[in-house]
């Protein structure tokens, strides 16, 4: 952990009750990290999305120097593309959203107005969007905000000179996990998936070529292994860039937010 002595700790989970009355006051923003339980393929863990945005949270609640709190964490997400791997757990779409809704009730009843999803998995960002919207109507006093992790640093990922295809336990999130907890990566394991629009079939090629219409396919279609790029390329200094990146975006953006009224 990040706190300092003699200061709270900026976990909700290390407070005791009146530490966290006390945290309403002092710091106004709740970062609540979600991720998934899903395969990332042969050399990672299950829990890589959520092990990746608990990390960015505490990097940036640091940051923040005691204007933010961490809430409970969404361990599991929205991950039924991936359901065809042992060890995949998922929730449904209304599970989800149901679940931000009942977390996000409980801060906002003990006074918290500001809240901040961070998702180190893309399955969870339709959802979010739509809480968000539900949110103007349900609790229009809150102010509600997401972010996904990888997208927001597009330069770091792109220095990788990823493969043509890539990312779901590709070059840059095992770059990020060789960061972040390079004791729960078994490089040794390290194996490319789908690598080339070639290795693709038509229907999964349709699905990969980006922006709308959108077509959702498994990914044991995509990729044999579960895994889209080539994790033997990544290196500990390319997963520092990108989450240093999305670290700096996601403080510049809270700072920016905290200062602003209404």
């Given amino acids: 952990m990040n706190d300092t002595p003699g200061q709270l700790p900026h976990h909700l989970a290390e407070m005791t009750t009146v530490e966290a009355a006390e945290a309403v006051r002092a710091s ?52 039924p593309h991936h359901l065809a791997f042992a060890g995949t757990v998922s929730l449904s779409t209304g599970t989800l959203a149901a679940l931000v809704r009942d977390y996000v009730d409980s801060l906002h009843r003990h006074g918290w107005r500001d809240v901040l999803v961070i998702t180190g998995h893309g399955g969870n960002n339709a959802t979010l969007s739509t809480v968000a919207q539900d949110l103007l109507v349900t609790h229009p006093g809150l102010r509600f905000a997401w972010t996904p992790l990888t997208t927001l640093a597009p330069d ?15 070059e840059a999130e095992t770059a990020q996990m060789l960061y972040l907890a390079p004791e729960l990566v078994h490089t040794d394991r390290l194996a490319p998936g789908s690598v080339r629009r070639d290795d693709l079939d038509p229907l999964s090629r349709l699905a990969r070529r980006g922006g709308h219409p959108a077509l959702t396919v498994p990914y044991d279609r995509l990729s044999p292994n579960g895994v889209l790029g ?33």
């Fill in 28 to 79: 106004p923003l709740v970062i609540i990290p979600a991720g998934a339980f899903e395969q990332h393929g042969p050399g990672m863990p299950l829990a890589t999305d959520t092990i990746r945005a608990e990390h960015v949270a505490d990097l940036v609640a640091a940051q923040l120097a005691g204007r933010a709190v961490i809430g409970p964490s969404l361990g599991i997400g929205v991950s």
């Fill in 230 to 262: 080539d994790p033997r390329r990544a290196t500990p200094e390319d997963g520092r860039a990108i989450v240093d990146a999305a670290v700096h975006r996601i403080v510049t953006f809270a700072k920016e937010w905290l200062d602003t009224t209404g």
């Fill in 156 to 170: 770091a990922v792109a220095a990788m000179r990823p493969s043509e295809v890539h990312g779901h336990s590709g």
